[in-house]
């Protein structure tokens, strides 16, 4: 079973609608057990650093997501609450990436939305993956490049939009969204 975690973040139910449609069975929940139990976590979510942190904390699942020991995949906000610290609403995240979170610069099209390339290093969730296709972003805060990072976009200055540590995979783009690259990377990733 794949588990979703719920922590009153937007864009579950598109994550679990991909998953479905490449014939996974999942379930959104916030109840630790079924975490733990779990096969496969994903983080994904749209939303602000501070409120989602304090949902995480008030449950205790901020502990947990940092215990997991199966493969655990961050979406979007999951990414950046993964990393160290966000300039988002001045919180202290979950630490797993050893990086802060900083907002685009204010002069400049923010949020980051749309189609963009990224470029990456060698990750089995990249495994066949076609480099020349784009995938869909919506941020406008981004993840600095790390000792972790695995993928590279340029949107204003580069960051680093894909991450791995031991069991822990990040993305700050949308695979959900992302049409055939998108779904390739997520059956990747389910494929662990």
């Not at 997991?68 to 610290?85: A, D, E, F, H």
């Not at 189609?115 to 784009?134: G, T």
């Not at 406008?140 to 200055?157: F, M, P, Q, R, W």
Request: charge should be negative; hydrophobic fraction near 40%.
């Amino acid at each position: 079973m794949i588990a979703i975690i719920k922590y009153n973040a937007g864009n579950v139910t598109s994550v679990q609608n991909a998953i479905s449609n490449l014939g996974y069975e999942s379930i959104i929940t916030d109840d630790p057990a079924l975490i733990r139990a779990a096969d496969k976590v994903i983080f994904p979510g749209v939303g602000e650093a501070s409120t989602a942190m304090n949902y995480l904390k008030e449950r205790e699942l901020d502990a947990l997501i940092k215990s997991l020991q199966q493969p655990t995949l961050g979406i979007c906000l999951g990414l950046q609450l993964m990393c160290k610290y966000s300039e988002e609403g001045d919180t202290t995240c979950l630490g797993i990436f050893d990086t802060p979170v900083k907002r685009f610069p204010e002069n400049d099209i923010v949020p980051h939305m749309g189609w963009n390339n990224f470029s990456s290093a060698q990750s089995p969730i990249f495994k066949d993956v076609d480099l020349n296709n784009d995938v869909y972003y919506v941020h406008s805060y981004y993840a600095e490049i790390n000792e972790h990072t695995i993928a590279t976009c340029d949107y204003i200055l580069p960051f680093g939009t894909a991450f791995q540590k031991d069991n822990f995979y990040a993305m700050q783009f949308h695979p959900e969204k992302s049409a055939t690259v998108g779904y390739h990377l997520l059956k990747n990733f389910l494929e662990l």
